[in-house]
């Protein structure tokens, strides 16, 4: 009996009990990857990823269904429809893509968005050893992977530095150099003018130590030019 079910399981003809088997397996992966980006913080959770998994294997059992039932089919390509899955996914991804104050969050979401509708199509196709070593490998990279990026630059951790200033500033290289001089690294900038003000707001994405001496720089950033403000925010992740 079990090895009956293994058997049509592990076919490649497609059957109603293959088919139900490879979308539950595809939902557990599914799920497992939208697990993790829920307990980031994501709006991206187990529900997206669990859908867009099986619909991703569907689209697979459909491509594979197609020539085998109908076998006096001559014209057209079924294979396009999974290829459309990633052209679909491209939207899904973009928009778990958000910018906001000089930050960029959503990146790894819509990689990992991208990532599991391939697992869904390899699920489609079988591929069962090679869906879950996919899976178990993604959620190394988004937990493991990411403690291995704090811990990069002798511990430094990512911090934005936020300035609103009392003009319109062209010249930034002084507040670059600034940060240069205390050993402060900038991994991203944001520049943004309101001239009916006349302000500037400058947002520096940098990786601080736990040695770095910030109220030391916010003074000196500050006497660069008229400065209303400096505020130090923590990065959000991706």
Known sequence: MIDDIIREITSTEVTTTSAIAKLCISLLLGSAVGFERKLKGQSAGIRTF?????????????????PQEYLGLKNGDPGRIAAQVVTGVGFLGAGAIIQMKGSVRGLTTAAGIWMVATIGMAVGLGMYALSITATLLILVVLHWFERWEHRTAMGAESRIIRLLINCVVTDIEEYRKVLRDNKVTITNMYLEYDYDEEVTRLNFVVLFKESTDYVGIFEQLRTLNPTHSVSLANQVSI
């Open 50 to 66: 669990a859908l867009i998994c099986m619909g991703a294997t569907l689209a697979m059992l459909i491509s594979i269904y197609v």
